[in-house]
């Protein structure tokens, strides 16, 4: 996954709404009882900045020399340089959002994970969507707010499901 920008322009630099970082804000602050992904999977990030880097010095070196073989350009992370699992980066990220937040709320919850998604959509109907649906309510007027959290943080879930789901190296 590309996320987040490394240093350039600036640390935590991003610019879409619906990108890894995103989603990872849904899955640390508890948007999700069911994440969809493959709990054995290695969590490979690549800063969007290293990206974009490679691709200007690929086409730097295209453009200022005439190669005579083909060169082959890696900025990615692999299962050497990066032995996280996804399970610890959730439980890391769960951890580092409720100290940073300083909250109690869902102090020991961990969201579950399952490749399955209609257990993801079922789990998260059961235990997001209608106990939410029920406190925005009686909150009165932030129940439009909750569906369309809840409808944003769904459909990201999906965007990512191929990357999240497959077995990693």
């Not at 490394?6 to 640390?11: I, Y």
């Not at 691709?55 to 730097?60: K, T």
């Not at 919850?109 to 109907?125: G, H």
């Amino acid at each position: 996954l590309v996320t987040s920008g490394m240093t350039e322009p600036m640390p935590g630099w991003n610019e879409t709404q619906s990108s890894s970082s995103k989603w990872l804000k849904h899955t640390f602050g508890g948007s999700y009882h069911t994440v969809l992904g493959n709990s054995q999977n290695r969590f490979e990030l690549t800063p969007v900045d290293y990206a974009v880097n490679t691709c200007l010095a690929a086409a730097w070196r295209l453009g200022t020399a005439a190669p005579t073989k083909l060169h082959v350009y890696n900025c990615v992370a692999n299962h050497k340089s990066n032995p996280i699992m996804l399970r610890d980066m959730i439980n890391w990220g769960c951890e580092t959002t409720r100290e940073s937040i300083n909250t109690k709320k869902r102090e020991n919850y961990y969201p579950l994970m399952s490749k399955n998604p209609s257990i993801f959509d079922m789990k998260n109907y059961l235990f997001r969507k209608i106990p939410g649906q029920i406190w925005s309510l009686l909150k009165e007027g932030s129940y439009h707010n909750f569906e369309k959290d809840y409808k944003e943080a769904q459909l990201i879930a999906k965007t990512f499901q191929p990357v999240m789901t497959e077995m990693g190296i």
